[in-house]
């Protein structure tokens, strides 16, 4: 985005907010080369239009770190069974079962930490007030910074891959929701993690209060879209404590549209993910009409056991080529970019000796992927009785 200033241009960098997925996070993980960010910049190159340009030059990748609040607050609990059932569980029976899975883990560390993050966001109403939280303590703030910084508003998006879906789902349908941050600051903290709760709602009280001495209502999306919102491996068909994802407000329509809080909308899946399987979103076929764009990939880059990276998916064209025309606002794909799309899937393309290999990744058979999934479908089961 460009504007102008004593006579010079000055470029105004989108936002994009990028929550990760599933496994063990720390500060610095958007640079991981299984994430989103490295993949997309390396697919800029590509293009005639990036040569001797910095994707960075044009866009600000915010991270969104939430995987550090279940060690948070895990960490106070001498007994795992007893902090889980002080965690107002959605049913007494989850809380065990979620006990007994992580029990089973055994020395097993990525699968204990990985299952278990997403089973205590699933079941546990003090995970998922504490995760959200902390999403919108960051979105609020840097959208504080950012919106009348410029003499252009920056355009505001979200990248989001697995988990990270169903927290960017709860988090923005949240965040556009007045009633939720009335009772939050009523909300009473008086458990063992509350004094990190209280910076992280201060935080989030913080950005929201400056954003709105810019406007009423700050961030209701009567006045407040995002440009698109992007979900890779989307989990949060079966994964929503807060409002269905069918008929929350995160969904995709027009700028009059005061339900609807993207204006674009991309949901894309693998068809040999075993997670995006079990996550189960299907869009529905209106949102095709309002700017949503429903993919399902079927292509190998390296590895079977790659598939759910989110760097996989952004490897392919159909996808990366969307995401840097949303994110760059000077940039159109040529006829050689888009004719790159079909050239990609002839050469990567699930071949016959691949297929077997792709089919037992989808059932959870191959590598520790399939653990996690394993336990993900006795938590549905849970879930649905």
């Not at 720390?26 to 960010?37: H, L, Q």
């Not at 030059?57 to 550090?68: A, G, H, M, Q, R």
């Not at 993910?273 to 190998?300: K, Q, T």
Request: aromatic share 10%; glycine share 8%; hydrophobic share 40%.
């Amino acid at each position: 985005m460009v504007g102008a200033h004593c006579g010079e241009s000055v470029v105004t960098k989108n936002i994009v907010f990028v929550l990760h997925g599933i496994g063990q996070y720390t500060d610095g993980w958007i640079d991981m080369e299984s994430c989103a960010v490295p993949a997309l910049k390396k697919a800029a190159k590509s293009y005639s239009f990036f040569e001797g340009k910095s994707l960075d030059s044009f866009v600000e990748f915010v991270p969104i770190l939430y995987d550090d609040v279940f060690e948070r607050i895990t960490q106070h609990w001498a007994d795992l069974g007893e902090g889980l059932s002080s965690s107002v569980p959605l049913m007494p029976k989850f809380a065990k079962k979620v006990v007994d899975l992580m029990k089973q883990a055994g020395d097993d560390k990525w699968t204990l930490k990985t299952g278990a993050d997403v089973a205590l966001y699933w079941g546990f109403r003090l995970f998922q007030q504490r995760v959200v939280l902390r999403v919108l303590a960051q979105i609020s703030t840097r959208v504080a910074d950012t919106i009348g910084a410029g003499p252009v508003m920056p355009e505001y998006h979200v990248l989001a891959h697995s988990m990270g879906t169903a927290v960017a789902h709860d988090a923005l349908h949240h965040l556009g929701t007045e009633s939720w941050l009335a009772q939050l600051k009523k909300a009473e903290f008086s458990d063992a993690d509350a004094d990190a709760a209280k910076a992280d709602r201060a935080e989030y009280l913080d950005g929201h209060g400056r954003f709105a001495q810019l406007r009423d209502n700050p961030f209701n999306p009567r006045t407040f879209k995002f440009s698109s919102i992007t979900m890779l491996s989307n989990v949060s068909g079966l994964i929503h404590p807060s409002a269905s994802p069918y008929e929350s407000i995160v969904r995709p329509g027009s700028a009059t549209d005061n339900n609807a809080y993207a204006t674009n909308y991309f949901n894309v899946n693998h068809k040999f993910d075993p997670i995006s399987l079990i996550g189960n979103f299907e869009m529905p076929a209106g949102w095709e009409f309002a700017n949503g764009f429903d993919l399902e990939l079927d292509h190998l880059v390296g590895n079977v056991e790659q598939i759910h990276d989110a760097a996989h998916y952004i490897s392919h064209p159909n996808v990366h080529l969307r995401l840097l025309t949303q994110y760059v606002d000077s940039y159109s794909p040529t006829a050689d970019d888009v004719s790159q799309v079909e050239a990609f899937q002839n050469k990567n393309g699930i071949k016959p000796q691949s297929l077997n290999a792709a089919k037992s990744f989808l059932k959870g058979d191959v590598g520790p992927l399939g653990e996690l999934v394993s336990k993900l479908r006795v938590l549905s089961r849970l879930v649905e009785e």
